[in-house]
Nanobody
Framework: QVQLIESGGGLVQTGETLRLSCAAS????????VAWFRQAPGKERKFVAG????????NYPEVLKDRFTISVDNAQNMVNLQVNTLKPEDTAVYFC???????????????????WGQGTQVTVSS
């Protein structure tokens, strides 16, 4: 059974850098797509970054690509999300999601993802 566990959230200051991790287990993930979404209070969940595990091909919303970096750590079976220059509007619960193969890219659509983690809270204070 696939399991995704997020970690690395917390309370941070504006301008700081944060790295979130998604530990994946229960399958061989080299043909999966993995993505990070976030949900701010009272708002819809939104895509922030995605990656194809084997190729490393990434996908970002245009407005976030300068500050967000997604990467795969094969040794740890993790997908990491680094967020630079944090802003108060980055405050949200961040979720990791995985899409079973086949995948040609890491979609921004929630419906494409089969497995979800429980989320990790990120709070950015001004």
């Amino acid at each position: 059974q696939v399991q995704l566990i997020e970690s690395g959230g917390g309370l941070v200051q504006t301008g700081e850098t944060l790295r979130l991790s998604c530990a994946a287990s229960g399958d061989t993930f080299d043909r999966y797509a993995v993505a990070w979404f976030r949900q701010a209070p009272g708002k819809e969940r939104k895509f922030v970054a995605g990656i194809l595990w084997n190729s490393g091909r990434t996908n970002y919303p245009e407005v976030l690509k300068d500050r967000f970096t997604i990467s795969v750590d094969n040794a740890q079976n993790m997908v990491n999300l680094q967020v630079n220059t944090l802003k108060p509007e980055d405050t949200a619960v961040y979720f990791c999601a995985a899409s079973k193969p086949p995948n040609f890219w890491a979609s921004a659509q929630e419906s494409q993802y089969d497995y979800w983690g429980q989320g990790t809270q990120v709070t950015v204070s001004s």
